[in-house]
């Protein structure tokens, strides 16, 4: 049950998840298995030989993360950043050009420089909040252009749709970082995108137990040469090996039934959070695009259902008061991380974006971040309130 026809919950609910036709089990068993017997040499049951190639419970989740992003093919890997890695080594060759975005996950940056670099695969970095600052960075050897939205951690926004336009104009693919939207609010398929990733670790799981990636290739995308670009995916998962494992695939379908419920409980308790941090004065300014003076709010309103469970902000102080803000909580849990039940809050210079100091990616230091969870949001806003009021 693929057809994109139904709704997302019911897509998310029963998509690849056909009740077991030998037990009528209503959840997809865990095969946690390496190998399968074959009914005389390469007589195999439904397509299963050996589970790096193929296993039956990472192929429900395959099968459910393609319909949820209304794509051709999905495939799970063991992270986030194995996803990556696999798309990028598959589009890639030494001497292509990367356009990579000026704000994004500093492990998402750290293989641009430091792995594909010296695989002479080259990379600019432009600002996807504005599509001309793209569209000047792509070059004849660019193969793909690399978008997150919302950016991570200054909820940047990229137009999907208009960068699409000018990417697919450069004969180049577009490859959009799903992750902080989840496909339950934000489906850059429909918008022109050519590959969506996920880090299934955030949103998607959403319970913080797991680690895992998922990619979702478009109907019909070809590369210039004129390939699938889920065959070439397909191949390099497999020739590659970053596969995500049974149980760890078991828990991301399990996540994904209750997405939509959780986002969107994510997103109301994030807009009264929104509402205490707008108001503070020890706040100097609060980065959510669901705020109408966001630069790009309007693009957020046109292409996301609603605006998340991430904002960020910045306090009076600099540095070191955002650094005891993060230390200062008793329901905010201070961790890196996103998208769990259970409220993080992080400081991205010191913590998750201390890897791109120094680069055109550092974040600033009086910047806090905020994974808003789906706690009752009376005691989320008092907690926040009382480390505000006593260090800003
Ligand atoms: C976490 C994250 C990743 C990397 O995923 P892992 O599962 O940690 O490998 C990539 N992009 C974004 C936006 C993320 O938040």
């Not at 989740?61 to 799970?76: F, I, N, P, S, T």
């Not at 004065?281 to 605006?307: C, I, K, W």
Request: glycine share 10%; hydrophobic share 40%.
């Amino acid at each position: 049950m693929t057809t994109p026809s139904y709704g997302f919950s019911t897509r998310a609910i029963h998509a690849g998840q056909e009740p077991d036709p030998t037990t009528g089990a209503v959840v997809p068993p865990i095969h946690q298995v390496s190998t399968y017997k074959q009914d005389g040499v390469g007589g195999l049951r439904g397509g299963y030989e050996y589970s790096r190639s193929a296993n039956p419970t990472r192929t429900a989740l395959e099968e459910c993360v393609a319909a949820l992003e209304a794509g051709e093919r999905g495939y799970a890997f063991a992270s986030g950043l194995a996803g990556e890695d696999t798309v990028l080594r598959a589009l890639l060759a030494p001497g292509a050009h990367v356009v990579v975005p000026s704000d994004a996950y500093g492990g998402t940056y750290r293989l641009f420089a430091k792995v594909l670099e010296p695989w002479q695969a080259r990379h600019d970095v432009a600002a996807v909040a504005d599509v001309d600052s793209v569209r000047a960075a792509i070059r004849p050897e660019t193969r793909v252009v690399w978008v997150e939205t919302p950016t991570n951690p200054l909820l940047g926004i990229a137009d999907i749709e208009a960068i699409a336009e000018v990417t697919h104009a450069a004969d180049a693919l577009l490859v959009v970082d799903n992750t902080f939207a989840s496909p339950y609010l934000q489906s850059p398929i429909a918008l022109g995108a050519d590959v969506v990733v996920h880090s299934t670790t955030k949103y998607a799981g959403g319970h913080s137990d797991v680690v895992g990636g998922a990619v979702v290739v478009a109907p019909g995308a070809t590369t210039r040469e004129g390939e699938s670009v889920a065959e070439r995916i397909g191949f390099h998962q497999n020739a590659m090996g970053g596969v995500a494992g049974p149980f760890d695939s078991w828990l991301v379908l399990r996540g994904l039934k209750t997405l939509a419920v959780r986002m969107e409980r994510h997103c109301d308790n994030a807009e009264t959070v929104v509402d205490l941090l707008t108001a503070h004065p020890g706040v100097t300014s609060v980065l959510y695009p669901g705020l109408p003076e966001h630069v790009n709010h309007d693009v957020a309103a046109r292409q996301m259902r609603r605006f998340g469970g991430m904002v960020s902000f910045r306090v009076r102080g600099g540095e070191d008061v955002a650094a005891k803000v993060c230390g200062a909580t008793e329901i905010w849990t201070l961790g890196e991380s996103l998208g769990g039940v259970e409220s993080l809050i992080e400081h991205p210079a010191r913590m998750t974006h201390a890897s791109v100091a120094g680069t055109q990616l550092e974040v600033p230091g009086d910047l806090v971040r905020l994974s808003v969870g789906i706690e009752d949001v009376t005691d989320l806003v008092a907690d926040l309130r009382q480390a505000l009021d006593r260090l800003t």
